[in-house]
């Protein structure tokens, strides 16, 4: 009798035991499902973030190309200017004023430059 009471504990604890075991797989069927959808939420809000800095970035690219269309404009026609004055002016006076001119569409043309070149770079390396 007492070997079928050992039975019924050993039995009870295996039961137990196997109920657990359940009970601890649907917790990770349950929680692997929950990751998974998380993981698939921040997927697509990663591809709409993806698209929407592309987009960002081509918008970025033609107001920069814009500003640098009406820099030059300005510069054309501050040359136009220049050259005009430079084509009417009869003494030396102007002339360091022109020089300073000259030097300063330079400096802007250089600065032009390397901001194209800059943006360039951005570009590729969001490709």
């Known amino acids: 009798m007492a070997a079928a009471g050992l039975f019924n504990d050993v039995h009870r604890w295996l039961a137990i035991q196997a109920e657990e075991v359940e009970l601890l797989r649907a917790r990770h069927r349950r929680l692997n499902a929950r990751r998974k959808e998380t993981v698939d939420l921040i997927e697509t809000q990663m591809q709409k973030d993806v698209l929407e800095r592309k987009k960002q970035v081509n918008e970025f690219g033609l107001d920069v190309e814009q500003y640098a269309l009406r820099k030059f404009d300005l510069l054309k026609d501050d040359l136009v200017a220049a050259h005009m004055a430079q084509r009417n ?8 004023a022109s020089d300073r ?3 300063q569409i330079k400096a802007i043309c250089t600065d032009l430059d ?6 360039a770079g951005i570009g590729d390396r969001m490709v």
Do not use: D
Request: net charge neutral; glycine share 0%; hydrophobic share 30%.
């Open 89 to 96: 002016a009869v003494s030396e006076h102007s002339k360091p």
């Open 101 to 103: 001119k000259q030097h």
């Open 114 to 119: 390397a901001f194209n070149e800059s943006l």
